[in-house]
């Protein structure tokens, strides 16, 4: 079955680098996302990674992946107070269909000090 | 038109009503989703239609009833709900496979549900 873990609580001051964590377990996984949710909102889709490749940056993003570790790490530089969020990674497989199936892990709830 | 529209925003209920959340989205997407979210938790898969056709019920109870009229529309019935059914209820869509499909789910904002 499939079970990603990530920490529960992130801490920054504003202007430093944040790097949340997170593991996953189905090997079988194609596509890795992050998600971000601010309060009373739905999921914001940051960056995904395919599972072919070992990083990918998008402007203040940066996703490694680790696929022999089954790691996946989002580096946000230059972190501002917007940030504060809950970030979620989630795996996906093929489902039926058009339909994929993702799994999410816990979240981590970032919070960025002035 | 790149969004995910749920209605109500808000809803409450009582244990004896019936009701109904919609959702909608207009980008072409063959897969709809719900998902059900409590505070400070990832949210857990309810249901998945492919092509307007139920593909996963991952075991909800038959209070929770989904629908998809059409491949734009997902209705989520709601009858004799329980208080510890509040919570945030998610639409998603994605689209087709494909080359360049990046299997990204589009999500809505979500309809809260509290359940007195």
């Known amino acids: 079955g499939e079970d990603v873990e990530q920490s529960l609580f992130l801490s920054v001051r504003e202007g430093d680098s944040s790097v949340i964590n997170c593991t996953y377990t189905?090997?079988?996984?194609?596509?890795l996302y992050w998600y971000k949710q601010e309060p009373g909102a739905g999921l914001q889709l940051l960056t995904y990674i395919f599972s072919n490749m070992d990083m990918k940056q998008d402007q203040r993003l940066t996703v490694l992946l680790n696929k022999k570790d089954k790691h996946l790490s989002l580096r946000i530089a230059d972190t501002q107070t917007g940030d504060s969020a809950i970030y979620f990674c989630?795996?996906?497989?093929?489902?039926?269909?058009?339909?994929?199936?993702?799994?999410f892990g816990s979240g981590t709830q970032l919070t960025v000090l002035p | 038109d790149t969004e995910v529209t749920q209605t109500p925003k808000h809803l409450v209920m009582g244990m004896t009503n019936k009701k109904s959340l919609k959702c909608e989205q207009h980008m072409g997407h063959r897969a709809m989703y719900w998902y059900k979210q409590k505070a400070k938790k990832p949210p857990e898969l309810m249901f998945v239609?492919?092509?307007?056709?139920?593909?996963i019920n991952e075991s909800v109870p038959s209070r929770f009833s989904p629908e998809c009229p059409n491949s734009s529309l997902l209705n989520l019935h709601l009858h004799a709900l329980q208080p510890e059914d509040s919570a945030l209820y998610l639409c998603?869509?994605?689209?087709?496979?494909?080359?360049?499909?990046?299997?990204?789910?589009?999500f809505g904002e979500g309809s809260r549900l509290t359940v007195l």
């Open positions: 189905d090997s079988s996984s194609t596509y």
């Open positions: 989630a795996e996906s497989i093929r489902s039926s269909g058009s339909a994929r199936q993702l799994t």
């Open positions: 239609y492919s092509y307007e056709k139920l593909s």
């Open positions: 998603a869509s994605s689209q087709e496979e494909g080359y360049r499909n990046t299997g990204e789910l589009f």
